[in-house]
C-alpha cells in the first residue's frame, strides 16, 4: 500500500513538475494565452424602478381607491368601540350591555378585514405577479441592448437620508439577499428600466401620465467611495 501511495505521489508531482515546465516554455516562447472570459453584470434597484414606474403607480392609486370605502366603515367601527369603553368605565351599571355592544361591533371589524381581503387580496397578489413580469422583461430588452450579460436587483433606499435611516442599515444586517456595497456608474441600470416600462406603458395608453420617464440612475452617496445606490432622491 505504501509503495503505490509513493508512486501515485511521484506521478502527481512528475506531472506537476511537467505542467510547470510547458507553462515555461509557453511563456518563454511568447505563446499566446486564451484570453480570460468576462462577464458584464448590472444592477437594479427594484423598490426605485416599482416607485417610478407609472402604470404600478396607478394601480397603487386604484386600490387605494377600492380601499377607501372600508377603510372609512373601519374607522367609524373603531371609534365606536373606544365609545363604548369609555361609557362602560362611566356607567358600571351598564357595563355588561355596552361590553356585548363592544363584541357585537368587533365581529362587524372582523367581517370589514375579511371583506377587504377577499377585495384587495387577489387583485394585489396578480398585481405583484405581473408588475414583477414586466419588470423582468424590460431588464431583458435593456441588458440585451446594452450588452450585459446578467442583471441582479435589490431593494434599497433611494435617498440618502433613507438610506442612513437606523431601519435601512438594520434591514441590511438581517436581509437574506446580497447587498452591493459598491458598484462602478453605469452598472445600475434602474432609471433605463424605468424609461423602459413607462415608454411601452405610455404608448399602450396614451392619455396616462409620463411620471418617472427621464429619470436619472440612482448613485451611490452611501459608504465612502460607493458610487451606485442613493444620490438620487426620488
Avoid at 366603515?73 to 373606544?82: D, E, H, L, T
Avoid at 370589514?112 to 424590460?138: H, I, P, R, S
Avoid at 437606523?166 to 462602478?184: D, E, V
Amino acid at each position: 500500500m505504501k509503495r503505490l501511495l509513493g508512486i501515485g505521489a511521484l506521478a502527481l508531482a512528475t506531472a506537476g513538475i511537467g505542467f510547470v515546465a510547458s507553462k515555461i516554455t509557453a511563456q518563454n516562447t511568447g505563446a499566446a494565452r486564451p484570453a480570460e472570459a468576462r462577464s458584464k453584470v448590472a444592477l437594479l434597484n427594484l423598490s426605485h424602478v416599482l416607485k417610478n414606474y407609472t402604470k404600478a403607480m396607478a394601480i397603487q392609486n386604484e386600490l387605494k381607491d377600492m380601499f377607501q370605502p372600508l377603510q372609512t366603515r373601519q374607522k367609524a367601527k373603531a371609534a365606536q368601540m373606544q365609545q363604548l369603553a369609555k361609557e362602560a368605565q362611566a356607567k358600571p351599571d351598564q357595563r355588561e350591555i355596552l361590553e356585548r355592544q363592544a363584541r357585537a361591533i368587533k365581529r362587524e371589524l372582523e367581517d370589514l378585514d375579511n371583506e377587504a381581503q377577499t377585495l384587495l387580496g387577489k387583485k394585489q397578489d396578480e398585481t405583484l405577479v405581473n408588475l414583477y413580469k414586466e419588470v423582468q422583461d424590460a431588464s431583458s430588452r435593456v441588458a440585451m441592448a446594452s450588452g450585459f450579460d446578467m442583471v441582479l436587483h435589490y431593494n434599497d433606499a433611494t435617498t440618502s437620508a433613507d438610506y442612513w435611516s437606523p431601519a435601512n442599515i438594520a434591514r441590511k444586517f438581517q436581509a437574506g439577499a446580497c447587498m452591493p456595497l459598491y458598484f462602478t456608474p453605469g452598472t445600475d441600470i434602474s432609471a433605463d428600466v424605468i424609461n423602459a416600462l413607462n415608454t411601452a406603458y405610455s404608448k399602450a395608453n396614451p392619455g396616462a401620465g409620463a411620471a418617472g420617464s427621464g429619470v436619472t440612475p440612482t448613485g451611490a452617496t452611501a459608504p465612502a467611495g460607493t458610487t451606485g445606490a442613493v444620490s438620487g432622491g426620488n
